[in-house]
């Protein structure tokens, strides 16, 4: 069964490796002691979280699940970018979680860096009827730069590390000879030109 709008549902599986380390978020601070490492992880952690929300990437490698309660014409994975289909299962119309292959049942687009990817069904082929019920189909997959942080773009990391050092000034009373509103002009220019296409 196919329909342009429904909804679904993506959860992350796990907890990735971060992007950027406690060690270089010292360094872009210029602070030699661990003393405040605690508020700096603290900074790190919710600029990642900022910078993957706000530009729609994952950036170190991470599983997610998609859950759809029907299929759709094409399924859209809004994490960019992809690395692999780990499964596509779906419930039949006796409740029987069923896989579908890769390439026998269905076909993937992975898209890039700056798109979504896109899995249709494969020549010839048509999607199932599932269950009548939520969350009947379940893409599990995997998305990333990779498990290197060095293999993220620079300008992500640099705008991580930016938006680290305004929290971490801003809590610490500090300001660095910067005007706080020209860093997030800056910082939200930066998130701007890294969002992802979503078609």
């Keep these: ?41 603290m900074g790190l952690e919710a600029a990642i979280e ?34 692999s289909i780990t499964k596509l299962e779906y419930l039949d119309t006796t409740g029987t979680l069923k896989p579908l292959v890769e390439g026998t049942d269905f076909v993937v687009d992975k898209g890039s860096p700056d798109s979504v990817a896109r899995i249709m069904p494969a020549h010839g082929k048509w999607w199932p009827t599932t269950r009548r019920q939520l ?28 938006v680290m050092e305004s929290l971490f000034t801003h809590s610490s009373g500090m300001t660095n000879g910067r005007s706080p509103v020209t860093l997030k002009m800056v910082l939200q220019q930066m998130a701007w030109q890294r969002r992802v296409i979503r078609t």
């Design 1 to 41: 069964m196919s329909h342009s709008i429904l909804h679904e549902s993506l959860t992350r599986l796990g907890t990735p490796e971060p992007a950027v380390t406690i060690d270089e978020g010292r360094t872009y601070l210029r602070i030699r002691h661990n003393r405040d490492d605690s508020i700096i992880q």
């Design 50 to 83: 900022d910078h993957e929300a706000q530009t729609g990437r994952q950036l170190m490698t991470a599983s997610f699940r998609l859950d759809l309660d029907l299929f759709p014409t094409i399924i859209r994975l809004r994490k960019p970018p992809l690395l």
């Design 135 to 162: 969350n009947a189909v379940q893409v599990t997959f995997s998305c990333g730069f990779g498990t290197d942080p060095q293999l993220i773009p620079a300008r992500d990391r640099l705008r991580i590390l930016a």
